[in-house]
Every structure is written in C-alpha cells, then in structure tokens.
C-alpha cells in the first residue's frame, strides 16, 4: 500500500534552518510529480512547492521562494524539503502528498503523509 | 495568488443535501478543469474526494460530487451523514507563478 513517512520537523529559532524528509513506499516514486503542503495551527491549507518526476521542473509559493528548496532522490524514493531563512510564520504542519496524475501536475493529490511539525520561535 | 474563497461553515441534518462553493478567477477555477475538494477531519491529514471538477477516487462515497459553473466550482454531499462533519478545502490550478491554490476552508457540521 501506498505509504508517505514525513520525518525532521522540530523547534527551530528565526533564522535557522531545517531538513524535511519524506519517505515514500507502495508504489513507483520516480514515476509521480510530489508536493510539499503545509497547515498552520488552526489555519488552512496552503502549497508550497512541487518536483516534477525526474526532478526537472520545481516551482515554489512565493511566501517560501527563495528560502526553501524542494529535492528528490528517486533512487532512495525520498522527497526533501530545506528549509533556510525561517520564520515565525513558517510554523505549520508539514505534508508530503503524491499528485494523482503520472503524467501532469493537476494540483490533485490523492496521498498524503501524516505531516511534521515544525515551529519556529525564539 | 489570493486563496480561493469558501464560505466559513455549512451546516445540516442527517439525510439532507448540503453545497459548499468555492470562487476563484478565470486564472483558476474558470480556466482549467483541475478543481480538487479536500476533506479534513481533526488532527488528520486531507483526503482526496473529487478530482478534476468532478471524478471521485476510487472509496469516495458516491453522495460526494463535484461540479463547476464559471469560475465557481462546488461540492455536494447527499444523504449527510455523522461522519461527514469535517473541515472541507477546494483546490486548483492557475496559471499565475504560484501553480496550485487551496481555498479558505468551510467547516462543515451536522446538527
């Protein structure tokens, strides 16, 4: 069955930086498009970035553009998530979740991981 | 990329039909046939239940559809149920820089 494992959330001061990993098993990760969606405490959701599957293409959401940065390794079917720069506002609920598409990225994801906190606070 | 907006909450009782709606742009909603409706209960991540407008995966109840109408796209569920209580987000596609974009949320409830 088809398993997204989110790992490296934690406490982080402003400023400091973070890995996320998700580890993925049950089916063909080099194959799928992945993103990274996040939740603030009590708020909704909100994209953040996506990898195309041979990791060519990657776009981000302006709120994190220039201070995250989105990886994959197909041969370990692990998604990355680094994490520079951070703020107070980046304090969310960290998702890996798989596009349902193959073939294009249409923004539906049909697995999601159990999410990684992270929390940034001094 | 401003979030798509859902109304704050919907309610009804068992056996009833509720729509929840969900209103982008022509740069979203209105110009692709990527709408994605998310249900979220508490402390667990989202579950996919209709895809490109209309198309349930495989395990959604068949009382969950979707549909869209120019740049408004809703989900309706029939026949609700206890269970459907949650929190609901609809999703899609743009062409602005930013790709994908989820709406506000509606908390739906059973009374």
């Known amino acids: 069955q088809v398993q997204l494992v989110e790992s490296g959330g934690g406490l982080v001061k402003p400023g400091g930086s973070l890995r996320l990993s998700c580890a993925a098993s049950?089916?063909?990760?080099?194959?799928?498009?992945m993103s990274w969606i996040r939740q603030a405490p009590g708020k909704g959701l909100e994209w953040v970035s996506y990898?195309?599957?041979?990791?060519?293409?990657?776009y981000y959401a302006d709120s994190v553009k220039g201070r995250f940065t989105i990886s994959r390794d197909n041969a370990k079917n692990s998604l990355y998530l680094q994490m520079n720069s951070l703020r107070a506002e980046d304090t969310a609920v960290y998702y890996c979740?798989?596009?349902?598409?193959?073939?294009?990225?249409?923004?539906?994801?049909?697995?999601w991981g159990q999410g990684t906190l992270v929390t940034v606070s001094s | 990329q401003s979030a798509l907006t859902q109304p704050a909450s919907v309610s009804g009782s068992p056996g009833q039909s509720i729509t929840i709606s969900c209103t982008g742009t022509?740069?979203?909603?209105?110009?692709?046939?990527?709408v994605s409706w998310y249900q979220q209960h508490p402390g667990k991540a989202p579950k996919l239940m209709i895809y490109?407008?209309?198309n349930r995966p495989s395990g959604v109840s068949n009382r969950f559809s979707g549909s869209k109408s120019g740049n408004t796209a809703s989900l309706t569920i029939s026949g609700l149920q206890a269970e459907d209580e949650a929190d609901y987000y609809c999703?899609?596609?743009?062409?602005?820089?930013?790709?994908?974009?989820f709406g506000t949320g509606t908390k739906v409830t059973v009374l």
């Open positions: 990898i195309s599957s041979s990791g060519s293409t990657i």
């Open positions: 979740a798989r596009e349902v598409s193959e073939w294009e990225p249409t923004g539906a994801f049909d697995y």
């Open positions: 999703s899609s596609y743009t062409s602005s820089s930013t790709p994908y974009v």
């Open positions: 022509s740069s979203d909603v209105g110009g692709y046939n990527y």
């Open positions: 490109d407008v209309s």
């Open positions: 049950g089916f063909t990760f080099s194959d799928y498009y």
